[in-house]
């Protein structure tokens, strides 16, 4: 099974057709189809390590001043207490939670909304350690590999560039900023490197200088692009099936491997 990182942006995305959307639902029909998804999103990010271990995970609106309607949207995909369970195994010694109490939240379902529509896939989602450095979540992601085998798809959400104080909220369609582009555009090349699956500079993104400071104000919507790259197994193509910029500082790059 293919691992994939999706730049999820505007929650509104989740009812939207556009170009992202639109690329979405077209990469979920050339998927195989999965028997479980995995997915770290950027908006649980916690003290913890934690997976939701319950069997009809809510849908969870985390977020404010959008249309009603968006409010009223459901993800209603069932989810896996026994995907959980094997998640925690695999993730040993690193002491993880089995919570009861989250669900699912918009970087998980505004992007199943497209890419699986019928919402009947069990769903489980492992939350972002915040006290953790970016290679501690890159090491224990490697655990993670064997799901792939099982068909269970590993879903990263989040976004490459995410700098809300940038964007441009008035004006979708802005050009980006200079160093959303070349920041950006370091991830492609690192990634396009031919066999080497060198990724260090990546997880140390933070000695890549000023402009990943402004793309990666903060490590949460980053950091599921760690967990996707560690599943990389020697000789997988990395392809990049959506990209583009909404508000001149949000990369809604995918990137796919295998």
Not at 57 to 69: A, M, V
């Amino acid at each position: 099974m293919p691992a994939i990182f999706v730049g999820h942006g505007n929650p509104m995305n989740a009812l939207s057709s556009n170009a992202y959307t639109v690329a979405w639902s077209a990469l979920g029909a050339a998927l195989p189809r999965p028997k479980a998804i995995l997915c770290i999103s950027a908006h649980w990010y916690v003290p913890q390590t934690a997976v939701t271990a319950m069997s009809k995970p809510r849908t969870i609106h985390d977020f404010g001043g959008f249309p009603p309607e968006l409010y009223r949207a459901q993800y209603p995909a069932p989810g896996s207490p026994m995907l959980a369970a094997e998640v925690a195994d695999l993730l040993m010694p690193a002491v993880v939670t089995m919570d009861t109490g989250w669900g699912l939240d918009h970087g998980t379902w505004s992007i199943l909304m497209h890419l699986f529509p019928d919402a009947d896939i069990p769903v489980v989602q492992l939350s972002i350690d915040e006290t953790r450095e970016a290679v501690w979540h890159y090491d224990i992601a490697r655990r993670l590999a064997p799901l792939r085998e099982a068909g269970v798809l590993i879903l990263g959400s989040g976004n490459i560039v995410h700098n809300l104080h940038a964007y441009s909220w008035g004006n979708h369609k802005i050009e980006p900023y200079d160093w959303a582009l070349r920041f950006e555009n370091v991830v492609r090349k690192t990634l396009s490197s031919g066999d080497s699956g060198d990724f260090e500079p990546l997880i140390e993104y933070e000695k890549l200088g000023e402009d990943a400071k402004l793309s990666v104000p903060t490590p949460d919507h980053y950091l599921p692009l760690l967990y996707v790259l560690a599943q990389r197994q020697k000789g997988e193509e990395i392809s990049f099936p959506v990209d583009g910029f909404d508000g001149g500082s949000i990369s809604m790059l995918a990137v796919r491997v295998g």
